[in-house]
């Protein structure tokens, strides 16, 4: 077992030379070097030595064989090579295409399954996943009606949408510092109201890098009667793989209440997402007010 796997390493550095290992689902790790050879522990366990490891106590000594391919899988997603809704080629075919077992390709498949990068239909293949799959486009929508039921569909009827403003402004400090810009750079701010069932419940306001989101408009945001994620991919190549959010009570101040339709003692839920494309890249601000009268915010933890 030692030497086939000692072989198969061999054969997949030969073809692949230098290239770099992916830690986590979407950040980069520092380039591994081909030079030097994993000793025969490695090989067994199927990692590659990192020559970091010799130059620094504090740098991961080894990347698993998976961790490798599930980064060449990665780069590929992220150079748009498979397209969201798109298949991806076979395990096997996966498999001959970096010179390593079926076993290797499954378990790295696994992981961007469960990073929700990659969606298996039975019988069907594995498919780039999208914000338009029913099973998506509310994966960062977290707030449920009181009624909701396990057993029911998350929303009974769709968000009525509102699309107020679209405009192209100067990035604050604040809005430049949580995109990853400089202050002053453009971006593009809108704002919005959710309603459901006719009553206002989600006042959102966005802020998007100006140069990925360029040509978006007011109307093209009201003609879109898909996920707004699902907009950003298909129309600017821009998809929202990940999200940090954070959460506290506050007050509206008029023009909050007054689009809401509330009043200014009404407790709103704030909830502040910052939303992240391959790599860790930031490309959206998201401040949403919710109104929890009716609703409740939901999340699983696992």
Not at 34 to 47: K, L, N
Not at 241 to 263: F, G, H, N, T, W
Not at 286 to 291: F, H, I, K, N, V
Request: hydrophobic share 40%; glycine share 6%; net charge positive.
């Amino acid at each position: 077992m030692i030497d086939t796997d000692q072989a198969q390493l061999a054969s997949f550095r030969a073809r692949l030379g230098n290239f770099i290992p992916l830690t986590p689902a979407t950040r980069p790790a520092p380039a591994m070097s081909s030079q030097t050879p994993p000793s025969a522990g490695d090989a067994a366990d199927g990692m590659a030595a990192s020559p970091a490891s010799a130059t620094s106590p504090l740098a991961p000594a080894f990347s698993p064989l998976y961790q490798q391919i599930k980064g060449l899988i990665l780069q590929s997603l992220q150079s748009g090579e498979w397209k969201p809704g798109e298949a991806i080629p076979s395990e096997l075919d996966l498999a001959a295409r970096y010179r390593v077992s079926q076993g290797t390709v499954r378990k790295a498949i696994d992981e961007l399954a469960a990073d929700n990068l990659l969606l298996r239909r039975q019988g069907k293949g594995t498919f780039v996943a999208t914000h338009a799959e029913q099973q998506v486009q509310y994966r960062f929508l977290r707030l449920m009606p009181d009624a909701f039921d396990a057993g029911e569909p998350r929303q009974a009827t769709p968000a009525e949408r509102h699309v107020i403003d679209c405009k192209r402004v100067r990035a604050s400090a604040e809005v430049a510092r949580a995109l990853a810009l400089r202050a002053g750079d453009g971006v593009l701010q809108v704002r919005r109201v959710l309603s459901f069932s006719g009553r206002p419940t989600i006042l959102e306001d966005l802020w998007l890098p100006g140069a990925p989101f360029k040509g978006l408009t007011a109307e093209r945001l009201r003609d879109n009667l898909g996920p707004m994620y699902a907009l950003f991919e298909t129309e600017f190549g821009v998809r929202m793989v990940r999200a940090e959010e954070k959460i506290r009570a506050v007050l509206p101040d008029a023009a909050q209440s007054a689009l809401l339709k509330i009043s200014r003692s009404t407790p709103l839920l704030s909830v502040e997402r910052v939303a992240y494309t391959y790599n860790d890249v930031p490309m959206e601000l998201r401040r949403g007010l919710y109104l929890t009268d009716m609703h409740h915010y939901r999340n699983v933890l696992s």
